[in-house]
Structures are given as structure tokens and as C-alpha cells.
């Protein structure tokens, strides 16, 4: 495998339910991020991690848990979701945290009935 | 209001024309990214661009940083069904980079 990787690729799940996205990066990168992608918005900036920390928050509700247990694997865990939190979640890695060139795995197209 | 404003929102044109797609903002950034994203994938980087003035080409590509570094271009010159996709540019702002909504760009053949 190689670039980023990002499973299940598709996502349906009740407000009840509780999933997690994973995110696995093959690049070396120190950094990792979380992203919104909804129609006609510009991509909204979740979570970053540097080194396995939690360098940003970006006023994310706590229904979404960002895990980030070693530098190349990122998940995304989900409870309780609303109806308005369907979109697709794309992770990101980069060499470093901030304006590196950020490579993008394909997402998780994400719906919640 | 968003920081970055894409322009349009929304092209469809034939295989063959010429287009140009535009990012605006009122505020300086020290470089621009240019992503494409094609549909069910992420976005993949194109160009970066630093230098206000700075003209960068990709084959049928041509990418320009506008000369206070607050706006940038994106011109394509003869284009192609393969061409279709969501074109993003991100601006970099102090340690962060701010994305536009894009531009979604369908050529026809």
C-alpha cells in the first residue's frame, strides 16, 4: 500500500450507532489532519496531529473523537450523530504540521439517517 | 464570508476550449496550492506557488500568483474530458492553510 489509505470507504449509520473511520498513512509524515468535505463549502479543518499529539481543535462537538496512537494511523470515532453530519471525511498527512503539501486519502463518504 | 472565494462555482464547457478558474481573498498569503479532485478521491496537489507574479505551467496548466499574493489563476488551455474535477486552491496563512469551496469543472467530449 502505498500514499493514504482510509476505510470503510462508505458509512451509513443511525444517530445511535457508534463508528470509527480509520486513517493509515504510508509516507513517513509526522503530521495527520481530519476534513469535512460538504457540497459548496470549502474544506472544514477538524483535528490536527503532530507526532501523535493533538496540535488543533478546531470547535469540533464532541460526538467526534479523533485517536491518534502512533504517526501513521488516525481514526475517527463517531457517537451519536446528527442527520447535518453527512459529508465525506478526508484524512490528510503531511511531512509537517502547518502548510506542507498535504496528501489526501479518498475519503469516507459518510451518511446518517 | 470565506476567506478564499473560487470562482465560478460550477464550469461545463466542450473538449477543446480554454478556461480560466480564479481564487480571491483580501488577505496575503505566503504561497497557494493548487488541488484537483476527481470524483471519489481525495485531492491531489498540482502546484505550489510562492512568489507574487509567479507564472507556473503543467503541460496545458498555467498558474499564476497574483502580484500582492492575494489572488491566483488557474488557465487550461485546450481541455480534455480528464480534466473534469473539483479544482481547490489553499492558501497558506502563518502555520495553517485555508481552502476555497473550488471550482467544479466538467468538460464535455
Known amino acids: 500500500e502505498t500514499g493514504v489509505t482510509q476505510t470503510p470507504r462508505h458509512l451509513v449509520m443511525g444517530m445511535t450507532n457508534k463508528k470509527s473511520l480509520k486513517c493509515e498513512q504510508h509516507?513517513?509524515?509526522?503530521?495527520m489532519y481530519w476534513y469535512k468535505q460538504s457540497a459548496k463549502k470549502p474544506l472544514e479543518l477538524m483535528f490536527v496531529?503532530?507526532?501523535?499529539?493533538?496540535?488543533e481543535n478546531n470547535s469540533v462537538p464532541s460526538r467526534f473523537s479523533p485517536e491518534c496512537p502512533n504517526s501513521s494511523h488516525l481514526f475517527l470515532h463517531l457517537h451519536t450523530l446528527q442527520p447535518e453530519d453527512s459529508a465525506l471525511y478526508l484524512c490528510?498527512?503531511?511531512?509537517?504540521?502547518?502548510?506542507?503539501?498535504?496528501?489526501f486519502g479518498p475519503g469516507t463518504r459518510l451518511t446518517v439517517l | 464570508t470565506q476567506l478564499l472565494e473560487q470562482s465560478p462555482q460550477f464550469l461545463s464547457i466542450q473538449e477543446g476550449e480554454n478556461l480560466t478558474v480564479y481564487c480571491n481573498s483580501s488577505?496575503?498569503?505566503?504561497?497557494l496550492q493548487w488541488y484537483r479532485q476527481e470524483p471519489g478521491e481525495g485531492p491531489v496537489l498540482l502546484v505550489t506557488?510562492?512568489?507574487?507574479?509567479e507564472v507556473k505551467k503543467l503541460k496545458r496548466l498555467t498558474f499564476q500568483f497574483g502580484d500582492a499574493r492575494k489572488d491566483s489563476s488557474l488557465h487550461i488551455t485546450a481541455a480534455q474530458p480528464g480534466d473534469t474535477g473539483l479544482y481547490l486552491c489553499?492558501?497558506?496563512?502563518?502555520?495553517?492553510?485555508?481552502f476555497g469551496a473550488g471550482t467544479i469543472l466538467r468538460v464535455k467530449s
Open positions: 490528510a498527512s503531511s511531512l509537517l504540521a502547518g502548510t506542507d503539501t498535504q496528501y
Open positions: 509516507l513517513g509524515h509526522n503530521a
Open positions: 496531529y503532530s507526532l501523535e499529539e493533538r496540535v
Open positions: 488577505s496575503v498569503f505566503s504561497s
Open positions: 506557488v510562492v512568489t507574487g507574479g
Open positions: 489553499a492558501g497558506a496563512r502563518g502555520n495553517k492553510l485555508v
